[in-house]
């Protein structure tokens, strides 16, 4: 059974950094694409980042430079590295995986997912 477990989110100022990290268990994280999205509320889930099994990395449209997805073979983790958030950044973040050498970037293309981290940023 495949698990997928986040941490780092948090309340930030405007401005500020966080870096998420999703842990995985109980699978072959080396054969992963990876991948980041987030809810806000009363919104669909967004597509923000994603990191394929040979480190190839692409973003959604929004992150401008301003995130970065990295992974971590060794500590079956990956990771995302959000820099100069912004209160519209407020969102759950949910990390994802699939079994796959492309690079998907759409939510239902993904068959493992975390419980998601709260990302607060206050103005």
């Known amino acids: 059974q495949v698990q997928l477990v986040e941490s780092g989110g948090g309340l930030v100022q405007a401005g500020g950094s966080l870096r998420l990290s999703c842990a995985v268990s109980?699978?072959?994280?080396?054969?992963?694409?990876m991948g980041w999205f987030r809810q806000a509320p009363g919104k669909e889930r967004e597509f923000v980042a994603a990191?394929?099994?040979?480190?190839?990395?692409y973003y959604g449209d929004f992150v401008k430079g301003r995130f970065r997805i990295s992974r971590d073979d060794a500590k079956n983790t990956v990771y995302l590295q959000m820099n100069s958030l912004s209160p519209e950044d407020t969102a759950v973040y949910y990390c994802?995986?699939?079994?796959?050498?492309?690079?998907?970037?759409?939510?239902?293309?993904?068959?493992?997912w975390g419980q998601g981290a709260q990302v607060t940023v206050s103005s």
């Open positions: 990191v394929s099994r040979s480190n190839m990395t």
């Open positions: 994802a995986g699939k079994d796959t050498a492309v690079i998907p970037t759409t939510n239902f293309a993904y068959d493992y």
């Open positions: 109980g699978g072959t994280f080396s054969s992963y694409a």
